[in-house]
C-alpha cells in the first residue's frame, strides 16, 4: 500500500497571484482560516516562501513557492463510495460521490479521490485525467500509469471527448440555449477563482448558436442546454460541453439568469461562500440553496481507449440526492426553500 499522503502543502505562485501580498493570498485561496489565524501560523513558522518564514505583508513573485504545515487542520469527512464501471490494466472510469475532492486542496489531503485510488489499488502512479468539482458527483477517468494518462489527457484537450451532465437549476428554462463567449476572473467578486461569463452578441435563447470555436486563448467557452423537464420552480437540464473550462457550467448559467441550485459560490451572493468556508451558513442561506451541495451531475463520458483506440461510452446514474430532490420539488409542497440565490429574468 501506498503511504499517506503529506499533510504539507507545496506550491509555486502563479500569475493571478504575483503581486499580491502574502495574507491577502492566503485569505483567497484558503479562506477557512481568518486573518488572525492565519497571523498566528506565519509568526510559528507554519507558513514558508521560498523555505523561510515570511510575514503578512511580503509581496508574492513569479516563482515564489509556498509551504505550509496543515497536520493540524482537522480534514473533513466524506463519503467514500466510490463506484468503479470500468478498470484494466491501463484505465479506469470511475462514479465519484459528491463531497469528494479530486486532488489534496485546502483542508482535504487523504480524503481525496486520488488518495482513495492510490490506497485501495496500491498503485502510486494513478493520475486522473479529467477532474470535478468537490460538490460535483459523477464520471471521472483515471489513467493506471502516465502513459495510460497522457494518452487520454491528449483527447480532453484536442476536444475529442464527448462530454454530458445534469443538472439542476433555478426558474423555468427555455427548450434549448446555446451560450458561447469568454470567462474571465470576476473582477465584482471577493473570491479571486471566481470567473464571470460574458456572451457572444449572437448568443440567444432557442438558437442553436455558431460551431464550436477553437478561441484565442483558454476562456473561450461554448455550452450547450436542453431542457429535460419541470420539477416545480426548477428546471432539469442536459449539458454538453464543447469545451472544458473551469467552472464553465456554473459561470455560464449564472450570466444567463438561472444559477445551479446549492451552488454557493455562483448562486449571487458572494458572502455564502465565504460563510460555507468558515462553517458558517445560516439556516437562511441553507433554505435559499436548497441542497447542501451544487446540483451538477457529470453523467456520460465518450473517449477511446488509449491503448485499443476502442470507443468506450459510460453513464453514471443520478444520485440518490437529486432524485429525491426532484421528488420533494414535484410535489404539491415544493422544494426545501422558499426563493432562488439569483431570480432569473
Known sequence: MTPPASRRARFSIRDERVGLRLMEMLLSRFPYHTEEEWAQRLHSGAVLINDQPSSPTHVLAAGDVMEYDAADIPEPAVSLAVDILYEDSDIMVVDKPAGLPCHPAGRFFENTLSAFLKRTTGSATLELVNRLDRETSGL????????????????????????????????????????????????????????????????????????????????????????????????????????????????????????????????????????????????????????????????????????????????????????????????????????????PP
Open 140 to 343: 471521472v477517468v483515471v489513467g493506471k500509469h502516465p502513459t495510460a494518462a497522457r494518452a487520454c489527457r491528449l483527447q480532453f484537450e484536442r476536444r475529442q471527448v464527448e462530454k454530458r451532465y445534469t443538472v439542476l437549476v433555478e426558474g423555468h428554462f427555455p427548450p434549448a440555449w446555446r451560450a458561447t463567449g469568454r470567462l474571465t476572473p470576476d473582477p465584482a467578486s471577493p473570491i479571486r477563482r471566481k470567473c464571470r461569463f460574458i456572451p457572444d452578441a449572437d448568443a440567444a435563447p432557442l438558437q442553436p448558436g455558431p460551431a464550436a470555436a477553437s478561441g484565442s486563448g483558454a476562456d473561450w467557452a461554448d455550452t450547450e442546454f436542453r431542457w429535460r423537464a419541470q420539477h416545480g420552480p426548477i428546471s432539469e437540464l442536459d449539458v454538453v460541453l464543447h469545451t472544458g473550462r473551469t467552472h464553465q457550467i456554473r459561470a455560464t448559467l449564472e450570466a444567463l439568469g438561472f444559477p445551479v441550485v446549492g451552488d454557493k459560490l455562483y448562486g449571487g451572493d458572494p458572502t455564502v461562500f465565504l460563510r460555507f468556508c468558515q462553517d458558517r451558513l445560516t439556516d437562511a442561506d441553507r433554505r435559499r440553496l436548497r441542497l447542501p451541495r451544487q446540483a451538477l451531475h457529470a453523467a456520460e463520458i465518450a473517449f477511446r481507449h488509449p491503448r485499443t483506440g476502442q470507443c468506450l461510452t459510460y453513464r453514471a446514474e443520478l444520485p440518490a440526492d437529486l432524485r429525491e430532490f426532484i421528488a420533494r420539488s414535484a410535489s404539491p409542497h415544493g422544494p426545501t426553500g422558499t426563493a432562488p440565490l439569483a431570480a
